[in-house]
Every structure is written in C-alpha cells, then in structure tokens.
C-alpha cells in the first residue's frame, strides 16, 4: 500500500510542538530561564489529539482497506503494532523506572515517588500508562507514556470490533459510537474518563473520514481549492495563535475532533500539486516517534548541564533559552536518528514480513 503524502512530516512538527510544550515547563520548575509566551508553547496536549487523529485516520483506513479485500488478520494487525510500538515503548518505560526510582537517589536528587514499583511495572505493561500517570505523576518521563497507552487501548478495541462488522456497517458503527462516546466523555459524572484523557473520539473521528473518503463521500471537498486552504489555516492558526480557543472544553473537543480529520484529508486527499517531497523532512518524519519518546529524557539530561553550568549570568537569559532549546531539540532528532537506524529499524523489518 503506498504511503500517503504529507503525512510523514506531519509527525514531526508535531512532535516538535510537544518539546516546545515541555521545555519552558522543566526549565520554569528548575529555576532556569525560559520562554513561553507564545501560543506554540502551550499546544503540546493538541499537537498529540493531533497524533491520535492521525493514527485512526491511518489504521481504520488500512483495516477497511485489507477487510475490503478479504485479507484483514487480527493476528498480522496486532504483530505489526507490537513491532512498532512495543520496543522502544518499553525501552523508555524500563529507563523511566530506574532513572526515577534508583538514579536520582544515587545521584542525591530529590524525586518524590509516589507509588511503589510493582504498581507501576503493572499498570505501564498491561497498558494503562495513562492511569499510572494521572494517579501518580511519576516523572515526565513515564508521564508522556500516556499517549501510547490510548493507542494501545484503541487498537485493543478497534482490531476485533472492525472484523466482526459486516464492511458496509463499518461507517454507521463507528459513527454511533464516535458520537455516543463524545457525548459520554463529557457527562460529568463519567469524569475519571476525562482524567486518564481517554480521548478515544479523536482516532473514531480520523477513521470515520478515511472511509468517507474510500466511499468516495468527500468528493465535494475536491472541487475548490478553498476548502483545503481553509482546513490548514484553521489549523494553523490554532496552533500558533489564541483566536480559536473558547472556554467551553466540550466545544473545544468537538471542533478540533471535527477540523483535524478535515485537515489531514486536505494534505493525503486534496493537495493538488503539493507534495513535501524533501528527504530530511520525510526522514525527520519517520523518526518522529522516537524524538517523540525520548525528548524528555535528553531534556532532562540538557536542564541537568545548564544547572551545573549556570550560563545565565555569562551570555544572558535569551542566549540561554535558546540554547537550550537548540541542545534539546537537536539532541533529540540525533538520538532518534540512531535509534531508528540502529535500534528500531530491525523491527520495522520484522514488521514488513506481515504486511500482506
């Protein structure tokens, strides 16, 4: 199946979007300079709604897609994930663990640990980051796990429920359910839902407009050039500015639940002519879950330096908030180069053998 365009680069701007989230954080906690006045610096939690509607987008369109030719496998389906995923995904939860719990003390760095460590190998191995996280705040470390976990949730959920519905049931059920769960998510009384941000519409969403699209239904979006100039501005602005922001949090939900599957059929499905066809984009792209998973880990190794070395008082606090940035960001995409090429790469081949 061809790669979709656009999509690659994606990932990674927002993978980017989530540094930039974290970084003025630990640095405001660790008493260094930082800067975060912009909007780009607090839409870390949309940049991963983003993720997640890419991800159903993704995954719903290839499930119906090999269900549509009688070759969808729960079993290939699950070992593919388990190759992307689980690797790396247990390679930090295994450092996360040992740097909080034996690390820090070793090194004579407070860290309060608020659980103990058979409860958090338990809840991280079997899915639930999410609920460890909320429950606990073990560390930012762990904490970004909780991502993962909704993704592993959803496929746990969406590999057998989309096998056993008949093909052209597949859009109305998934629609009753995207509707029913949003209004569910929302009920106040259902708030431990909002708490482990078990934000499950935003993958229902990126699916249900994948299919529209495989049934030829958004054909009306391909006739003007405006609708997918309007989608990437919309999002754009969203993610660089505060227009578009409302206090209402179910608004909220629903508006980007609704622009950001629009928004990715605007780059894979309405482009036209433009394609990001630049190597090192697509590249940065295909390493964006691993600048994704350990930029915490490098931005707690680069706050640690700074501490030591206080450079505020010789270059000034803006030399210094850039510079760390540029440590942290940089470190980051060259770990990740290598953990791709040298660490993940040998199970994306792995992966490859089950695709059919």
Known sequence: ?????????????????????????????????????????????????????????LIIRLIYLEKEEGRFSIKRFYTRRILRIFPLYYLVLAFGLLFYNFILPIIGIPFEINYELWQGILLCTFFLPNVFSSLYEPGGILEILWSIGIEEQFYLLIAPLLFYIPRNRILLVLAGIAVGY??????????????????????????????????????????????????????????????????????????????????????????????ITNKALIHLGN???????????????????????????????????????LFTIGLTIVISHFSFRYFESYFLKLKSKFRT
């Open 287 to 325: 390493i964006s879950y691993g600048i994704y998973m350990y930029h915490v880990i490098i931005l707690n190794f680069v706050v640690f330096l700074f501490l030591k070395w206080n450079p505020s008082e010789k270059i000034g606090e803006t030399s210094t908030i850039l510079l760390i940035n």
């Open 1 to 57: 199946m061809n790669r979709l365009p656009n999509l690659d680069p994606l990932r990674f701007f927002l993978a980017t979007f989530v540094i930039l989230f974290h970084l003025p954080q630990l640095c405001r906690n660790q008493g260094l300079p930082y800067f975060d006045e912009w909007a780009i610096f607090h839409r870390g939690s949309e940049a991963v709604y983003l993720f997640f509607t890419l991800s159903g987008f």
């Open 182 to 275: 949003f209004i569910i998510f929302h009920w106040n009384s259902l708030y431990l839902l909002r708490q482990f941000q078990m934000v499950f519409f935003f993958l229902f969403t990126g699916g249900i407009v994948s299919i529209l699209e495989q049934k030829k239904l958004l054909e009306f979006f391909k006739k003007s050039r405006v609708w997918p100039v309007l989608f990437s501005l919309l999002t754009l602005c969203y993610f660089t500015t505060n227009w578009l922001i409302t206090e209402s949090y179910w608004f909220n939900n629903l508006f980007l639940s609704l622009l950001f599957p629009m928004f990715l059929h605007s780059l894979a499905f309405n482009s036209g002519s433009f394609r």
